[in-house]
T-cell receptor
């Protein structure tokens, strides 16, 4: 079974530039999560999708962050414009469904560096 | 919201010794507690999880215990090996949000 696939693995941009990350979840997984992991910390949830619907985006900074999952499979996370404090690893995870005890499987993440 | 505290932040053991990492959580309604292992530059990997209707779960050299009354859970690794060296994260489900709150991580180093 292929795992969660993310791209790119690394991204370096200057502040105020836009950036986008892509995620392909495990086949058949209806629930998709985007997390942000700052250096030396645990992941923090940004947004959760049930199929194509964003059901929890309370931690997403909506002034500059946006996400979509148009066909309920792949997802993109965008930042525009990027700020220095956005430097982090952006992790995508998926689970079979949104049950509270469903294991979440993570991708390798995109390491974003803002210059 | 849920708050998860994890300690120690770093742990160094000799190969063959046991390692124990402890976490506490704040929301008594939390019902799912996974542990992830993250090697440098790699994805967090689920290594074991426990649900609130179980007090202990074991998988080879790894075990997790849960004390619901005290709201804490622990990861136990026996017969540690150098390849166990990594950062370990505990997490707890957020009731109603169906997402995870993670601890701040424990960097485990197993000395050969």
């Amino acid at each position: 079974e292929a795992g969660v696939v993310q791209s790119p693995r690394y991204k370096i941009i200057e502040k105020k530039q836009p950036v986008a990350f892509w995620c392909n979840p495990i086949s058949g997984h209806n629930t998709l999560y985007w997390y942000r992991q700052n250096l030396g910390q645990g992941p923090e949830l940004l947004i959760r999708y049930e199929n194509e619907e964003a059901v929890d985006d309370s931690q997403l900074p909506k002034d500059r962050f946006s996400a979509e999952r148009l066909k309920g499979v792949d997802s993109t996370l965008k930042i525009q414009p990027a700020e220095l404090g956005d430097s982090a690893v952006y992790l995508c995870a998926s689970s079979l469904d949104s049950g509270a005890d469903q294991p979440q499987h993570f991708g390798d993440g995109t390491r974003l560096s803002i210059l | 919201g849920e708050n998860v505290e994890q300690h120690p932040s770093t742990l160094s053991v000799q190969e063959g010794d046991s390692a124990v990492i402890k976490c506490t959580y704040s929301d008594s309604a939390s019902n799912y507690f996974p542990w992830y292992k993250q090697e440098l530059g790699k994805r967090p990997q689920l290594i074991i999880d426990i649900r609130s209707n179980v007090g202990e779960k074991k998988d080879q050299r790894i075990a997790v215990t849960l004390n619901k009354t005290a709201k804490h859970f622990s990861l136990h690794i026996t017969e540690t090996q150098p390849e166990d060296s990594a950062v370990y994260f505990c997490a707890a489900s957020i009731p109603g949000r169906r997402a995870l709150t993670f601890g701040s991580g424990t960097r485990l180093q197993v000395q050969p």
